[in-house]
């Protein structure tokens, strides 16, 4: 008996030394610098939800939505947070990437200039100065905002240059308005000057289409289909924790990053980001949960306004999934 019992307890022993399962590594190249949009990331990171699906998860930020698709298609990094736009361009030309959550499905795209300009309608455009970047996402819808609101490209001016060229324009008032999205280029803006920032919103003159999401390589996505899972379910949960604590989700990212922004910013950015989860057919949906019709739509205005090629028209599921999403109150 005596021996049976120090068996039990030498196995007892030897069982309590085993470590415990590796959390599995894994990367999610974000878009670009971190800026408040990306804070469920990191709330879910620091509030252990993706520990908690066996995830270790190393944020990297990114340089744009087309090189994070680049390198998740080279397997670089497993995850990216994308333009899912950009994404697809990359995957009609056979890039081997798919979206496993479609996040912002109501455009961030407008037109901003500051509240003091009193920009606040299409008609308010007329005479006006506008900073465009060439060849970016929103330059190349512009042209169907301007056809929906009845504007002309000789209704107002235009300046062109890069990014920072863009927003240089605006805070040094050499334009009124220049394109951007609401929660990311309007933020810059006010950490730069102080002063608010109104945004005339496409979305709200019926242009409907998709913006930001998760994406995965398609082989890495079939050959870790329980991992996919895992971390679509915490990215779901991070995103839902992070809708009741804005401030605290914004709060996250400078603790990981304190030269990540201003914390003021980073929660208005994070808060105006938001409303962009859901459309009128998924307000009562978990978050990544878009529609067929959504995305169909997205992909022909892209074909005819985006330079997406015409045979993405032909199958527009292939350029994402909601198979990996937990369901509904799970």
Do not use: C
């Not at 933020?187 to 002063?195: E, L, P, S």
């Amino acid at each position: 008996m005596k021996r049976w019992i120090g068996g039990v307890s030498a196995a007892l022993m030897v069982f309590a030394a085993l470590p415990a399962q590796a959390a599995d590594k894994v990367v999610l190249m974000l878009n670009w610098y971190v800026y408040g949009e990306h804070a469920p990331f990191y709330y879910g990171k620091a509030k252990g939800i993706y520990a908690a699906e066996g995830i270790d998860l190393e944020i990297q930020e990114g340089r744009g939505s087309a090189a994070t698709t680049q390198a998740v298609a080279a397997k670089t990094a497993d995850f990216g947070y994308v333009d899912v736009p950009t994404m697809m361009r990359a995957a009609i030309k056979g890039a081997p990437v798919v979206a496993t959550g479609v996040l912002l499905q109501t455009s961030p795209m407008s037109a901003m200039g500051f509240v003091d300009k009193n920009i606040k309608k299409p008609e308010d455009i007329k005479g006006k100065t506008v900073a465009i970047t060439p060849a970016d996402s929103m330059t190349q819808i512009w042209p169907l905002f301007l056809k929906k609101t009845g504007l002309k490209e000789s209704d107002f001016k235009t300046v062109a240059g890069d990014g920072q060229t863009k927003l240089n324009a605006v805070i040094n008032g050499q334009a009124d308005l220049l394109l951007g999205y609401v929660m990311d280029q309007s933020m810059k803006i006010k950490d730069a000057t102080g002063k608010d920032v109104y945004p005339i919103k496409f979305a709200d003159y019926g242009i409907n289409m998709v913006s930001s999401g998760i994406i995965a390589n398609t082989d890495y996505v079939k050959a870790n289909a329980d991992l996919v899972r895992r971390f679509m379910s915490a990215t779901t949960k991070a995103i839902e924790a992070a809708e009741k604590e804005p401030k605290a989700a914004a709060q996250s990212i400078l603790d990981a990053n304190p030269k990540g922004g201003k914390i003021d910013t980073l929660t208005q950015g994070f808060e105006l980001t938001i409303p962009l989860y859901r459309t009128a057919d998924t307000k009562s949906k978990r978050p990544f949960q878009v529609t067929d019709q959504n995305m169909t739509e997205t992909v022909n205005l892209l074909v005819e306004y985006g330079g997406l090629d015409a045979k993405a028209k032909e199958n527009p599921k292939a350029f994402y999934t909601n198979d990996y999403l937990p369901k509904s109150g799970s």
